[in-house]
């Protein structure tokens, strides 16, 4: 199961990020799943919650947001975005092209709360 490995190591980057920082709780992690990642979706979600168990993620919402892919035509070099396959080119409707981009699953955002006074604690 990729998902796995790929949600650790993003939560792994998302901590690093946080560090230093005094989060009180995360509420939302926005994830941009590439259409060509091969992701399911329902595995990211059982992969973030069992990873973010007893950490900072812990009950937070998990945001996938599915990306179309990039592709530019081998024919005419026209680049277009596309969220399937087959796909035409749509300026000469050729069919031979190159896949510029579209398989990336990445953090986009974490939505969080500062602890605003430590000394009230
Ligand atoms: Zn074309």
Redesign the pocket.
């Known amino acids: 199961m990729h998902e796995m490995s790929l949600m650790s190591g993003m939560l792994s980057i998302a901590n690093d990020a946080l560090r230093g920082l005094n989060v009180k709780r995360v509420n939302a992690v926005t994830v941009s799943v590439g259409v060509l990642s091969n992701c399911l979706t329902d595995a990211l979600e059982l992969a973030f919650r069992s990873l973010s168990e007893n950490t900072v993620f812990e009950g937070a919402r998990l945001i996938l947001c599915e990306k179309d892919f990039l592709a530019k035509?081998s024919?005419?070099?026209?680049e277009f975005t596309a969220s399937g396959f087959p796909v035409a080119?749509p300026?000469?409707?050729?069919a031979r092209l190159a896949i510029i981009s579209g398989d990336e699953v990445y953090i986009e955002s974490i939505d969080y709360e500062e602890e605003v006074c430590q000394k009230s604690q």
């Open positions: 035509c024919v005419c070099g026209k080119c300026a000469c409707t050729s």
